[in-house]
């Protein structure tokens, strides 16, 4: 597979059959793959002793806005079986497999942990959510409360039937801290980090210094704060205006880039107006991950301000942390867990906009603070890169492979 490789291993005849939660197109006698799962599945074929099988649900949906890539079918370098409409994944699937790798936070899947282990097959789930999170955004997203009480009783009995499932596999793989605290008991639980960012793109050294040395200038500038994701109320983006306006009331001068498009978009431009704000908060819209918002991110920011509401384990976090920017934003439990590991940011309470100023301002005359953290933002990312991240858990899934 094209752009990012992974380390090859010696051959044998285990065979792995990934069964993702993001679908492939079929094009013209082209598949079409998602560039962030494209490059992680490149990973595992290269990683993998054996051969390896991707059954995938056909995509029925627009193809990616950005980072396709797209494949001649003859050229693929793992079998493809595609999943139609409801299929769900059956013993005739998996034939001649050694080790399956199902996605826990589709409920379609949930069945595979018993299947696998009736038919004597090894079987490892991915886990992201936890129960916590996928209340807050049934809270957040349903219409009304009747909706709500049903997502509310769909979610728990989904939840019974992920339960039964890890109690029937053999490993899990927990995207985040969140995820592994509250998964962990069921054992042989591998924790990692999501991220993109592979070691040749993290920010190197002559860069970071570069941009940290702009930090001591005889006259300091405005510094410079950024967001990227979704702009709805879930990620916080109906905050950010409003900090931006009671920084700029306390005298503190910054500059926002916001990356993103959702809901809140119109409301954001015309508030970023209506508060005089245009000069300094702009809304840049989406754009892509490689070519725009990176090259961005590590040559023009200074913090980055994350009020996610939810604990999911966004791969903004160490994508963020690869360009050797610290984070601040709201206690939930990615970020309480991200801090618990290394100093790469701040936090304050949920909702408190009081305690987000409070500390944009502090940094604003600390700035050897932020330079400590962006160091430590760097070293952190380095250790949990996007090939180093892959080998760990191609490990794991041969380490279930070899208890087989």
Known sequence: MPAMTCT?????DQ???IVPSVPVWVVDNQVVFDRKFHDGLACYIGG??????????RGTTALPAFGAVHINAADLPCELVLLDGSERAGPAHLAD??????AADDHTQLHLGALCRALGIRCVYVIEMIP??????NRLDAPNALVRWRRDLFLRRAERARRAAFRACDGLQANGLPAHDVYQRHGNCLLYFDTRVSRHSLIDDRMLAARLAQLYLPKPRPLRLAFSGRLIAMKGADHLVAVAARLRARGVHCEWTVYGSGDLEAAMHADVARLGLAGHFKLAGAVDFDTALIPAIQSSCDLYVM???QSDPSCTYLETLACGIPIVGYANRALAGLLRQAKVGEQVPM?????????LARLDVDRPAIARMARAARAFAEAHAF????QRRVAHLQQVASAA
């Open 8 to 12: 090859a291993s010696p051959p044998s």
């Open 15 to 17: 065979r792995l059959t």
């Open 48 to 57: 993998w002793t054996g051969p390896v099988r991707l059954l995938a649900r």
């Open 97 to 102: 497999t050694t080790v399956v790798m199902a």
């Open 132 to 137: 916590e999170t996928r209340h807050q955004m």
């Open 307 to 309: 009020l996610h509401r």
């Open 351 to 359: 909702d408190d906009i009081d305690q987000i100023v409070e500390v």
């Open 387 to 390: 090939e180093d991240t892959f």
